[in-house]
Nanobody
Framework: QVQLVESGGGLVQAGESLRLSCAAS????????MGWYRQAPGKQRELVAV???????NYADSVKGRFTISRDNSVNTVYLEMNSLKPEDTAVYYC???????????WGQGTQVTVSS
């Protein structure tokens, strides 16, 4: 069964950078977008960034100008470059490969990002 494997999380200080990666262990048919979500303790999961097959990207207002999402279709991988990190960016980050509703989406297992002040 194909899985999404995330890496790159960790503990950093405010102002530093991290790069998250999410790689599919195999080919997933019907993917129309790839995205990153995050969930902080006691809060709902929220969209951070999404990139379509055509390369169009959208970001949450809270990360615009600091985070960049990209994808490499040749290796079925999506990335999230996070710069100027803030303590409020602390959360578990999840990647998602979105497909049509009748196919179902794929989610990664989550990776912890902790930003200290």
């Amino acid at each position: 069964q194909v899985q999404l494997v995330e890496s790159g999380g960790g503990l950093v200080q405010a102002g530093e950078s991290l790069r998250l990666s999410c790689a599919a262990s195999g080919t997933i048919a019907g993917v129309n977008a790839m995205g990153w979500y995050r969930q902080a303790p006691g809060k709902q999961r929220e969209l951070v960034a999404v990139i379509t097959n055509g390369g169009s990207a959208n970001y949450a207002d809270s990360v615009k100008g600091r985070f960049t999402i990209s994808r490499d279709n040749s290796v079925n991988t999506v990335y999230l470059e996070m710069n100027s990190l803030k303590p409020e960016d602390t959360a578990v980050y999840y990647c998602k490969f979105s497909r049509a509703w009748y196919l179902g989406d794929y989610w990664g297992q989550g990776t912890q990002v902790t930003v200290s002040s």
